[in-house]
C-alpha cells in the first residue's frame, strides 16, 4: 500500500514521456538552458579530434587555482565564452592527476576515480543535462582538493629524465619495478613506456597489475579502467602524467611497510594461486555454451565459498564447457546480492569492480591475461562479502511485485519507493522490466536524480557502472541486477544537493 508521503514524492518526482523518450523532471534543471547544449557527437569525443592545444594549460590552472565558491562561476563564464565540453574534461582529468595523491587509491581520490564515469553519465543524458556532471565532478575535485593540501600538498614531482629508459628496456624495466614494488624506477619507466608504446601495449600491462591485489578493495583496477577509458576520450598525448600516476596507485601498499614481492600477504595470495590456475583452463574455453544452472552455482559459491573456491569453481565450469558469459552472470549478480545483503560503500565495489574487469576483459588481446581477469574477479567475490551473515535475501529468489500504479507513473512510483523501502522498489523494478523491456525509462530517471541528489562520487560510479553493465547480461540475469541497483540509487523523496543550486546560481552571475 502507498503511503502519503510516497504519493507525493511519486507526483512531485518526474513523468516520461513515452515515445519521444524525452525526460521532464518536477526537480528544474531549465537553468542548465542557459549554457550551449552538448551533443551526443560532441561527448562521445574522437580522440584524433583533440589536440593538446596552448588554452587547455591556463584551464587546468583555472581549475587548480581558483577557490572552490568561485570554480563554477568562472567555469560557467568561460564556457559561455567558448569553452567546449572536451577542453573542460582534459584539464579537469590533468588537473586531478596533478594533485590528488593516488594514495590510498580512493576516498580523496575519488576525484579521478569519478571523471569517467561523470562523462559516462554525461553521455548518456539529454543534451541538456551533460554538462552538471562535468560541474559536480569539478566541485568533487575542489573538495578532493582542499584536503589533499590538509594531508601534506603532494602534487606530481617532474621527470628525472636521466632515469628514463630508452625504448628497447622500458617494458622489461617497467615490468622488474612493478613485480618488485619499486616505486621510483617505475615511475621512470612507465615514462619510457609512455613516449614509445602503443595504447593497447600499455593497457594489457596496466590490466595485470590493476587485478594484481585487494588493497584499496579493487580501487587499482577501477583505476586502470577508468583512466584508459579517459584518455581514449581526451587523446593518448596526454597520458604521461595520468600513467605516473596511474603507476604510483598500483604500488600502494596500504600503509604496510613490508615489500609485497618478499611475503605471502593475504591480499596478494588469489593472485598468485591463479597465476598458476589458468593454465588447467582448457584450449578453446571461449567456445563454451550459456548455462543458467553454472550461473546460480557460482552464485552459491560466492555467498558461502572462499576465494580459491570460487576460482577453482570458475576453472571447472569453464572446462565442463560453459560460456564465459555466464561466468560473468553469475559475478555481476553475486555483486549485486552483495549489495542487497549489507547496502553500502564496500559491497557497492564488488559491482563497480567487476565493471572494471569486464571492460579490460574485453579488450584486452592475451588469453591469459583474459583468464587471469576472470579467476581474480571471481576470487575477489567472497572478498567482499567479508563476515556478513546470509539473511537469506538472494537475488535469484527475488520475486516480482506489480506496482499499484498505471502507465508513466508506475517509474515514478518506483522511485518514490526507494526512499521508503528498497526491497519493495527492487521487486518493483523486477516487474516493470517484466512487462517493459525496454530500460531506458528506469535508467533516464535514475541518472535524473543522481544529478539532483547525488552526494558523492559512489553514486556517479554506481550508477554509471549498473547501468551500462545491464546491457552485458543475458536475460533474465540483466534484470535482476538492475533490480538489485535499488539498494544503492537515490530515491525521489531525498533532498536536492547543494550543488543545483550553486550550480543554479553561478549560471545566473
Not at 587509491?105 to 553519465?121: I, Q, R
Not at 580459491?308 to 555481476?332: M, R, Y
Not at 560510479?461 to 553493465?469: R, T, Y
Request: glycine share 6%; charged share 25%.
Amino acid at each position: 500500500m502507498q503511503t502519503e508521503y510516497s504519493t507525493i514524492a511519486r507526483r512531485s518526482f518526474l513523468k516520461i514521456v513515452t515515445g519521444s523518450g524525452v525526460l521532464a523532471a518536477l526537480g528544474d534543471l531549465g537553468f542548465l538552458t542557459q549554457l550551449p547544449s552538448v551533443s551526443a557527437a560532441e561527448a562521445a569525443l574522437e580522440p584524433r579530434m583533440v589536440r593538446c592545444r596552448p588554452e587547455i594549460e591556463p584551464v587546468v590552472r583555472l581549475i587548480e587555482e581558483m577557490p572552490r565558491d568561485r570554480v563554477l562561476e568562472e567555469v560557467s563564464s568561460r564556457v559561455k565564452h567558448g569553452l567546449n565540453y572536451r577542453e573542460l574534461l582534459t584539464a579537469l582529468l590533468l588537473a586531478g592527476v596533478r594533485n590528488i595523491q593516488p594514495r590510498p587509491v580512493g576516498y580523496k581520490f575519488h576525484a579521478v576515480l569519478v571523471v569517467n564515469s561523470a562523462h559516462l553519465a554525461s553521455l548518456a543524458s539529454p543534451d541538456t543535462d551533460r554538462w552538471l556532471p562535468i560541474f559536480w565532478a569539478i566541485d568533487q575535485f575542489k573538495a578532493s582538493q582542499a584536503a589533499n593540501v590538509s594531508e601534506g600538498n603532494w602534487t606530481m614531482g617532474a621527470v628525472d629524465e636521466s632515469a628514463v629508459p630508452s625504448s628497447e628496456y622500458a617494458k622489461s624495466a617497467f615490468n622488474a619495478a612493478m613485480d618488485n614494488w619499486d616505486e621510483s624506477a617505475a615511475d621512470a619507466a612507465v615514462v619510457g613506456l609512455a613516449r614509445t608504446s602503443g595504447a593497447h601495449e600499455l593497457f594489457e600491462i596496466f590490466c595485470r597489475y590493476g587485478a594484481r591485489d585487494f588493497r584499496d578493495i579493487g580501487h587499482k583496477a577501477i583505476y586502470v579502467a577508468n583512466s584508459f577509458r579517459c584518455l581514449e576520450v581526451i587523446g593518448w598525448q596526454h597520458c604521461e602524467p595520468v600513467l605516473r600516476s596511474l603507476a604510483y596507485a598500483l604500488l600502494d601498499r596500504s600503509g604496510g611497510r613490508e615489500n609485497p614481492a618478499k611475503v605471502d600477504l593475504p591480499a596478494d595470495r588469489p593472485f598468485r594461486q591463479n597465476v598458476e590456475m589458468v593454465r588447467r583452463i582448457r584450449n578453446g574455453w571461449l567456445d563454451g555454451k550459456p548455462s543458467a544452472e553454472a550461473t546460480a552455482e557460482l552464485l552459491q559459491s560466492i555467498r558461502t565459498g572462499s576465494p580459491a573456491d570460487t576460482s577453482e569453481l570458475t576453472v571447472k565450469l569453464l572446462n565442463e564447457g560453459v560460456a564465459p558469459q555466464s561466468i560473468f552472470d553469475g559475478l555481476f549478480n553475486g555483486a549485486g546480492e552483495l549489495l542487497m545483503q549489507a547496502p553500502g560503500i564496500f559491497s557497492l565495489h564488488a559491482t563497480t569492480f567487476t565493471n572494471a574487469v569486464h571492460f579490460a576483459w574485453q579488450r584486452v588481446r592475451s588469453d591469459e591475461t583474459r583468464r587471469l581477469l576472470l579467476l581474480q574477479n571471481a576470487a575477489f567475490m567472497p572478498l567482499y562479502r567479508g563476515n556478513i551473515e546470509d539473511n537469506g535475501l538472494h537475488i535469484d529468489a527475488l520475486e516480482a511485485l506489480g506496482p499499484s500504479a498505471k502507465g508513466d507513473e508506475v517509474v515514478a512510483e518506483i522511485f518514490a519507493d526507494i526512499s521508503e523501502d528498497r526491497l519493495t522498489a527492487s521487486r518493483k523494478i523486477l516487474a516493470y522490466l517484466k512487462e517493459h523491456p525496454d530500460p531506458q525509462p528506469l535508467a533516464d530517471a535514475a541518472r535524473r536524480l543522481i544529478f539532483l541528489k547525488g552526494t558523492n562520487a559512489h553514486d556517479y560510479k554506481f550508477s554509471s557502472a549498473v547501468l551500462e553493465d545491464y546491457e552485458c547480461l543475458s536475460p533474465p540475469w540483466r534484470d535482476r541486477l538492475l533490480a538489485a541497483s535499488a539498494f544503492y540509487l537515490r530515491g525521489s523523496g531525498e533532498a536536492d544537493n547543494d550543488l543545483v543550486k550553486r550550480t543554479r546560481a553561478a549560471l545566473a552571475s
